[in-house]
């Protein structure tokens, strides 16, 4: 049975800074490019950022980036979010998504397996 657990989010103030993880069971981590994506109320579901399967490629949405940090560990099957300087826009349940295969993609269809979400809020 496959597995993403996403752990981390919590209420912040605005240029505060957390740090998701999501671990994952039940595939093989390390053949698997991984994603983070958010959804606000009332929006859709948003890319935030990519790590291919060796960590070695990075994408991220224009909206974080220099803010925002993904990385992985191979050998514990978890992906991170790092993420600093938040701002009350970067409220979202953030989700973390494996996908079937190496590279890092924005496309939420490129995604097959998806963790439950974690609450971020950042208060101004």
């Known amino acids: 049975q496959v597995q993403l657990v996403e752990s981390g989010g919590g209420l912040v103030q605005a240029g505060g800074s957390l740090r998701l993880s999501c671990a994952c069971s039940?595939?093989?981590?390390?053949?698997?490019?991984t994603g983070w994506f958010r959804q606000a109320p009332g929006k859709e579901r948003e890319f935030v950022a990519a790590?291919?399967?060796?960590?070695?490629?990075?994408l991220y949405a224009d909206s974080v980036k220099g803010r925002f940090t993904i990385s992985r560990d191979n050998a514990k099957n978890t992906v991170y979010l790092q993420m600093n300087s938040l701002k009350p826009e970067d409220t979202a349940v953030y989700y973390c998504?494996?996908?079937?295969?190496?590279?890092?993609?924005?496309?939420?269809?490129?995604?097959?397996?998806w963790g439950q979400g974690t609450q971020v809020t950042v208060s101004s």
């Open positions: 039940g595939l093989t981590f390390s053949d698997r490019g």
């Open positions: 998504a494996a996908r079937p295969g190496y590279s890092a993609e924005t496309g939420p269809n490129e995604y097959d397996y």
């Open positions: 790590i291919n399967y060796r960590g070695e490629i990075t």
